[in-house]
């Protein structure tokens, strides 16, 4: 597998606090961060700029617009999606439905992006992964 500095991330979070924790974990593990968006014309707009290979998008933008519509977007152009959501699971068929792979329950552990991330690439490539994050829900057979 690839080294994770190759992977470019797009982060979606309208909570600044929360946004700054995934980013730092992210980078810790080798990840490359291209940009935090914090609403959804904000995500296109990077999106476009930077092609990331992953984005990690709440489900709930508040004011900034909807998080469905950005994952549906972003999974039509090739990038990975896993939504993070205080909604959990309950919206699953949903987020199924935008053409993302899993979501990550909130609140969770920071680390657990990084390696949500890691078992996307890795079923990506056909390998399963080996370890999910406890709050992690994969949307894949």
Do not use: I
């Amino acid at each position: 597998m690839p080294p994770n500095r190759s992977r470019s991330v797009l982060l979606v979070e309208d909570e600044g606090l929360v946004a700054l924790a995934a980013e730092e974990a992210l980078q810790d593990e080798g990840f490359r961060v291209c940009g935090t968006a914090a609403t959804e014309a904000a995500a296109l707009r990077l999106a476009a700029e930077h092609a990331p290979d992953f984005a990690v998008v709440d489900l709930d933008l508040g004011q900034g617009g909807s998080g469905l519509k950005v994952g549906r977007a972003l999974a039509a152009g090739g990038v990975q999606v896993l939504y993070a959501t205080g909604h959990g699971p309950a919206w699953r068929q949903e987020m199924e439905d935008t053409g993302a792979r899993a979501c990550l329950s909130k609140p969770y552990a920071p680390g657990d992006v990084p390696q949500a991330l890691e078992a996307l690439a890795r079923l990506r490539l056909g390998d399963a992964p080996r370890r999910l994050p406890r709050e992690m829900h994969l949307f894949v057979d």
